[in-house]
């Protein structure tokens, strides 16, 4: 079975150690070589465990113009025309939420604002007395 991480910083497509008797998750009869990061955002991946014949398969699959196409599109929240679209569930609707089709740009904006409000949430908003000298 595919595992799915906490949090993790690696990016999606990292090879990662594949677990001691970790099998295939497409051949259960095989063990799997490689465990590859699966779509990751701030909420953790799915990690995919591939035998060599799969690893292959992926590594193929990565480096081909169908998979090139697949991240061409129209983003489904800025509706502008982009090429490295990716799935992205919508913050506030959580994991049960819907998959979107998004855009680098709307990632690193949303990425960038949740960071701006644990910041904000982290602030002490106590401290406006006091450091006013004239
Ligand atoms: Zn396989
Ligand atoms: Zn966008």
């Not at 129209?74 to 049960?96: F, H, I, Q």
């Not at 709307?106 to 701006?116: G, H, R, Y």
Request: proline letters at 4%.
């Amino acid at each position: 079975m595919a595992d799915v991480t906490g949090p993790i910083s690696t990016l999606a497509n990292s090879s990662h150690e594949v677990p001691d008797g970790q099998t295939c998750d497409d051949h259960p009869d095989r063990p799997a070589v490689a465990r590859i990061q699966g779509e990751t955002d701030s909420f953790g991946c799915e990690m995919n465990d591939m035998c060599a014949e799969c690893a292959d398969k992926h590594r193929a699959y990565l480096r081909s113009p169908e998979a090139a196409e697949h991240r061409k599109g129209t983003c489904e929240w800025c509706k502008k025309p982009a090429d490295d679209l990716r799935d992205r569930r919508d913050y506030e609707e959580g994991m049960s939420g819907r998959v979107y089709r998004v855009c680098g740009i709307c990632v690193k904006k949303e990425n960038d604002e949740l960071a701006a409000e644990e910041r904000a949430r982290g602030d002490d908003h106590d401290d406006f007395d006091g450091d006013y000298d004239d």
